[in-house]
C-alpha cells in the first residue's frame, strides 16, 4: 500500500519567515502542537513544535527558521512499510517536487499495521485455520486412571481453565504435560480457537525468534515474499504451547516477558508493536527454580510464567492406573489396526506394575504397541519387552501361580476385575482363571468392591 493511500490533509503550514507570535496563533486556532515548515517556494523544510516555542513567548516577534527541526519526511509514492520510527506523532508527506500534501498521524499508522498487518499475512492465517485443525484435540476424558493424584490433577485441569492466567506445567518427560495443556484449552472459553504448540527444545536458536514471532518481508536472507505471521500472531484469540520453555535461550525469554507484560509482539524487521490476545501456557521437565539461582533463566519470567502450577505425576507413582491404561491402549489399537480384541493374562499386568517407567507413559505407550503389534491375540509376561526383565522385578515362569491382586491398591483391584469381567464377558469362571483367584474369593472382591453386574 502506497503512503498516499492513508494520508490524512488536517494540517497547517508556516513560513521561515514567519514570526512566533505567527505561529503560535496558527497552532491555537486549529488546536495542533506542531506546524510544517516550508520555504517560499513551498518545499518542505521540516516541522516546529509548541515546545520549541515555549522559552520564545517573551520575544514573540522573533523569526522562527532557527526553531525548525529537520524531521524527514516521506514520499506519497513510497511503500508504507518503508516508514520509519520517529520521535513525534507525525511524519509529514510529500510530492515529487518537495510540496507537503499532507502528514500521516503515528497512531492511526499503528492501529493500521494492527488491522491489516499485511494481505498475504491475513491469507497465510486463513489457510492455517482452513485446512489444519488448530483446535486442541485431547480433552480432560483423554487423560485415564482414576488414582488419587490423577483425580487431583483433574481438579486442577477445571479449574485453571475457568481463569485467562498463564499457566506452568512441569513433570518428568514422557508424562503427558501437552494432554495437560490441550484438556485445559479445550475446557476453557477459547477451545473454539487456535491452539497452537511449539517445542522450544526442537528449533535451532537462531530460528526460534522467526517462529513465534514472524517477520516483515526483506528483514533477512532467505525471508519469503509478504513475510510470516508467526506462531503467536496465528494463535490470535486462542491459545499458545511453549514446550520445553526451560531450554529457551535467555535472549529470547525478554521477549516471551513482553508478551506477558505488554500483550503484544513486534515482528523481526516490523517498526511497531502488534497488540494480541493470547494465552501462554508453558512446560518444561526443568527445575526452572534451581535454573533462576544459576542464572540460566530469568527470574521475572519464571514468576510471570508461575501464576497457576500444574505437576504431572510420572507413571511410577500412579501404578494402580496402570490396568486401566492397558486397556484403554489396547483397545484403541486394535481399533485402529482393525484387529480382534487382544487378552491378556494377570502376569502381564504383574511385570508393568514391577517396572519402574523411567519413561512414564510415552514408554508404556511404546511397549504397549510393540507388544500387540507382535501377540498372536493373548499376551502374557512372556511378551514384555527383554530389558524390562533386569530392570524390574518380573520373574514370572510358565503358569507359576501368582496372585496380581494382592500388589494392588483396592481401586487397582476393582480396576482390574472390572476389565477382566468385560474381557471374559461376564464368564465368572473364566475371569477367576485369569486372575489366578478361586471363583468364591471372586465373588466376595466383586461384592466388597461395589462392582455392579456387567
Excluded at 289 to 295: L, T
Excluded at 396 to 414: H, M, P, V, W, Y
Excluded at 427 to 434: E, G, H, L
Aim: aromatic content about 8%; some cysteine.
Amino acid at each position: 500500500m502506497k503512503v498516499k493511500d492513508i494520508v490524512d490533509f488536517s494540517f497547517i503550514l508556516c513560513s521561515l519567515g514567519d514570526s512566533v507570535n505567527t505561529v503560535v496563533t496558527k497552532m491555537e486556532s486549529k488546536k495542533k502542537s506542531y506546524c510544517i515548515v516550508t520555504d517560499t517556494d513551498n518545499r518542505y523544510k521540516g516541522i516546529i513544535t509548541a515546545i520549541s516555542l515555549i522559552k520564545y513567548t517573551d520575544n514573540k516577534d522573533c523569526i522562527i527558521d532557527s526553531l525548525v527541526y529537520k524531521l524527514d519526511a516521506i514520499s506519497e509514492n513510497d511503500d508504507i512499510k518503508n516508514l520509519k520510527k520517529v520521535a513525534f506523532d507525525i511524519v509529514p508527506v510529500v510530492n515529487l517536487k518537495n510540496n507537503v500534501v499532507g502528514v500521516i498521524s503515528m497512531k492511526s499508522f499503528v492501529q493500521y499495521m494492527h488491522d491489516g498487518t499485511s494481505k498475504l499475512q491475513k491469507n497465510q492465517l486463513i489457510t492455517c485455520k482452513d485446512h489444519i485443525r488448530l483446535r486442541s484435540k485431547y480433552t480432560i476424558d483423554d487423560i485415564i486412571g482414576q488414582s488419587k493424584v490423577v483425580l487431583q490433577l483433574k481438579a486442577q485441569i477445571t479449574a485453571a481453565a475457568k481463569t485467562k492466567s498463564t499457566v506452568l506445567i512441569t513433570g518428568d518427560t514422557g508424562t503427558g504435560k501437552e494432554l495437560v495443556a490441550q484438556a485445559i484449552a479445550n475446557l476453557s472459553n477459547r477451545k473454539n480457537q487456535p491452539f497452537m504448540r511449539i517445542n522450544c527444545a526442537a528449533i535451532a536458536e537462531n530460528l526460534l525468534e522467526s517462529e513465534l514471532f514472524g517477520y516483515e518481508e526483506g528483514a533477512f536472507t532467505g525471508a519469503i515474499k509478504g513475510g510470516r505471521a508467526g506462531k503467536f500472531l496465528m494463535a490470535d484469540g486462542g491459545t499458545i504451547f511453549l514446550d520445553e520453555i526451560g531450554d529457551m535461550q535467555f535472549s529470547l525469554q525478554a521477549k516471551i516477558l513482553r508478551v506477558l507484560q505488554e500483550r503484544e509482539i513486534e515482528k523481526i524487521g516490523g517498526q511497531f508493536p502488534i497488540p494480541i490476545n493470547v494465552r501462554i501456557i508453558a512446560a518444561t521437565h526443568a527445575d526452572l527454580e534451581r535454573m533462576v539461582n544459576e542464572k540460566k533463566f530469568r527470574h521475572d519470567l519464571f514468576y510471570r510464567l508461575h501464576v497457576i502450577s500444574i505437576i504431572v505425576p510420572p507413571l511410577n507413582k500412579r501404578k494402580e492406573d496402570i490396568p486401566l491404561l492397558v486397556d484403554h491402549y489396547i483397545r484403541k489399537f486394535s481399533k485402529e489396526n482393525d484387529m480382534e480384541d487382544f487378552k491378556i493374562h494377570h502376569s502381564f499386568i504383574k511385570c508393568l506394575v514391577d517396572y519402574d517407567w523411567p519413561g512414564n507413559i510415552r514408554e508404556l505407550l511404546n511397549v504397549l504397541e510393540t507388544v500387540c503389534s507382535m501377540s498372536n491375540g493373548f499376551i502374557t509376561h512372556e511378551d514384555i519387552p527383554q530389558y524390562m526383565y533386569h530392570k524390574s522385578s518380573c520373574n514370572i515362569k510358565g503358569e507359576e501361580s501368582i496372585n496380581n491382586l494382592k500388589i494392588l491398591t483396592s481401586d487397582a483391584q476393582r480396576n482390574m476385575i472390572i476389565n477382566t469381567l468385560i474381557q471374559c464377558r461376564g464368564n465368572k469362571d473364566k475371569v477367576a482363571k485369569v486372575l489366578g483367584i478361586s471363583r468364591s474369593n471372586l465373588y466376595y472382591k466383586i461384592k466388597k468392591l461395589n462392582i455392579n453386574n456387567l
